[in-house]
């Protein structure tokens, strides 16, 4: 029963994901593990609205942008997606790659090489109902960030103290923080993905249609979306959960308070951790990695292609979809370039993350303002509680934004 849901969730955990959490666990310790139990419902409802909007339109995010909103708002918004995933892209490779180095030695370039072109050869290659299948086992490496936790010796009852009675901060840098924990985890990319996924799985499979055309499908699709979801989403937050953990207690603990990259966190957890936890966090690096690049080259793609009302699909071949292939091999490409000639796009991953927070905001109120219009989900509009949420983590969002550039610059 599991699909997009759950590889959505485990995508959003990639390496630059990774990094952000590594980050703010060596810098925060324990102060920000409340943010998992926090944004666990927001994520899950902004990620149940845009799958309705696939499965019951027949169109992704931005095809539905086109369809009903101004070129004024789906060009910017597309492109704001384009830049913000290929950056991702280019983190994730070039961690890949350094992950693969501490574990065998070697150029670390040549492997960062090798995963771009082994991406980009299965998703352009492999038909998307068998490639869909080694995303979903490849979401199985994120459990190494659980047994790399659970190798260490846990304060229980600091721990669950610290994530339900959280202890908040005003100062800029923890406000940063939080948007950066938002930007990865509720991020726009996988808005577009798993929206772009259900149409996928409805075109293919021959007695489904979109639910405006065949609305006595909706109850059954619904509650498989939403067991679907939970486990995705669930799966994710646990799993980020243990990575703030985990470097909380090593790398905060021994006053590590800066990390730039995801392989760096594996690096400085082998002296104090041990070669155990060294080995499942460089692993789960390039597992996580493996699955997520294509989920973002693929979601951008999908948000190009809509846009330009190209032919889409992962289940096509490369000659019935050259132009939405091809902008998943530029994508590829120009990340996989920011790792050779001298731009750090690592340093630059937890202010992606914030990137990421920021726009999310103006994406998210698009994303509410479609699911509740009538004539984009006919008689499917959003409402209840999935609305409430939804408007919430809008308001939210946006709060914590302003935050942050009020606070910035009073340091």
């Given at each position: 029963?599991?699909g997009?849901?759950?590889?959505?969730?485990?995508?959003?955990?990639?390496?630059?994901?990774?990094?952000?959490?590594?980050?703010?666990?060596?810098?925060?310790?324990?102060?920000?593990?409340?943010?998992?139990?926090?944004?666990?419902?927001?994520?899950?409802?902004?990620?149940?609205i845009?799958?309705?909007i696939?499965?019951?339109?027949?169109?992704?995010?931005?095809?539905?942008?086109?369809?009903?909103?101004?070129?004024?708002?789906?060009?910017?918004?597309?492109?704001?997606?384009?830049?913000?995933?290929?950056?991702?892209?280019?983190?994730d490779?070039?961690?890949?790659?350094?992950?693969?180095?501490?574990?065998a030695?070697?150029?670390?370039?040549?492997?960062?090489?090798?995963?771009?072109?082994?991406?980009?050869?299965?998703?352009?290659?492999?038909?998307?109902?068998?490639?869909?299948?080694?995303?979903?086992?490849?979401?199985?490496?994120?459990?190494?960030?659980?047994?790399?936790?659970?190798?260490?010796?846990?304060?229980?009852?600091?721990?669950?103290?610290?994530?339900?009675?959280?202890?908040?901060?005003?100062?800029?840098?923890y406000?940063?923080?939080?948007?950066?924990?938002?930007?990865?985890?509720?991020?726009?990319?996988l808005?577009?993905?798993?929206?772009?996924?259900?149409?996928?799985?409805?075109?293919a499979?021959?007695?489904?249609?979109?639910?405006?055309?065949?609305?006595?499908?909706?109850?059954?699709?619904?509650?498989?979306?939403?067991?679907?979801?939970?486990?995705?989403?669930?799966?994710s937050?646990?799993?980020?959960?243990?990575?703030?953990?985990?470097?909380?207690?090593?790398?905060?603990?021994?006053?590590?308070?800066?990390?730039?990259?995801?392989?760096?966190?594996?690096?400085?957890?082998r002296?104090?951790?041990?070669?155990?936890?060294?080995?499942?966090?460089?692993?789960?690096?390039?597992?996580?990695?493996?699955?997520?690049?294509p989920v973002?080259?693929?979601?951008?793609?999908?948000?190009?292609?809509?846009?330009?009302?190209?032919?889409?699909?992962?289940?096509?071949?490369?000659?019935?979809a050259?132009?939405f292939?091809?902008?998943?091999?530029?994508?590829?490409?120009?990340?996989?370039?920011?790792?050779f000639?001298?731009?750090?796009?690592?340093?630059?991953?937890?202010?992606?993350?914030?990137?990421?927070?920021?726009?999310?905001?103006?994406?998210?109120?698009?994303?509410?303002?479609?699911?509740?219009?009538?004539?984009?989900?006919?008689?499917?509009?959003?409402?209840?509680?999935?609305?409430?949420?939804?408007?919430?983590?809008?308001?939210l969002?946006?709060?914590?934004?302003?935050?942050?550039?009020?606070?910035?610059?009073h340091?």
């Open positions: 029963m599991l997009p849901g759950l590889i959505t969730g485990a995508s959003d955990d990639d390496p630059s994901g990774i990094g952000t959490y590594s980050q703010v666990g060596a810098q925060f310790g324990f102060g920000m593990l409340w943010t998992m139990l926090f944004t666990f419902p927001l994520m899950v409802c902004m990620q149940l845009c799958a309705r696939g499965r019951v339109t027949g169109e992704g995010i931005s095809g539905n942008l086109r369809r009903h909103f101004s070129p004024r708002i789906l060009f910017p918004v597309v492109a704001m997606l384009l830049l913000a995933n290929t950056i991702n892209i280019a983190a490779l070039g961690a890949m790659g350094s992950a693969l180095q501490l574990l030695g070697g150029p670390a370039m040549l492997y960062t090489a090798f995963f771009a072109i082994l991406s980009l050869v299965l998703q352009v290659f492999v038909p998307y109902s068998r490639y869909v299948r080694m995303l979903k086992w490849l979401s199985m490496a994120l459990f190494a960030y659980v047994a790399a936790a659970f190798s260490l010796t846990i304060p229980w009852r600091e721990v669950a103290m610290r994530t339900v009675v959280p202890d908040i901060s005003f100062k800029a840098e406000i940063t923080a939080v948007v950066a924990i938002f930007g990865t985890t509720i991020s726009p990319y808005f577009f993905w798993q929206a772009s996924q259900e149409v996928e799985d409805q075109e499979a021959p007695t489904e249609q979109p639910l405006i055309s065949a609305p006595k499908q909706a109850r059954a699709q619904f509650s498989r979306i939403s067991t679907d979801t939970y486990i995705g989403m669930g799966i937050n646990v799993v980020a959960f243990f990575i703030i953990l985990t470097t909380a207690i090593t790398l905060h603990a021994h006053g590590i308070n800066n990390i730039d990259t995801a392989a760096q966190a594996a690096t400085a957890l002296p104090i951790a041990g070669r155990f936890a060294f080995i499942v966090f460089s692993l789960g690096i390039i597992g996580t990695g493996l699955l997520a690049v973002l080259a693929g979601s951008a793609a999908y948000g190009v292609a809509e846009a330009m009302r190209w032919k889409l699909g992962m289940e096509h071949r490369l000659g019935q050259t132009q292939y091809g902008v998943i091999a530029a994508a590829m490409l120009v990340g996989l370039t920011m790792n000639i001298g731009i750090d796009p690592i340093r630059a991953l937890f202010w992606t993350a914030v990137l990421n927070g920021v726009v999310a905001v103006p994406m998210i109120v698009v994303i509410m303002l479609m699911a509740s219009r009538q004539r984009v989900m006919r008689q499917f509009v959003v409402s209840g509680y999935l609305r409430w949420v939804g408007w919430i983590t809008a308001g969002m946006t709060t914590s934004v302003i935050t942050m550039f009020v606070l910035w610059p340091g």
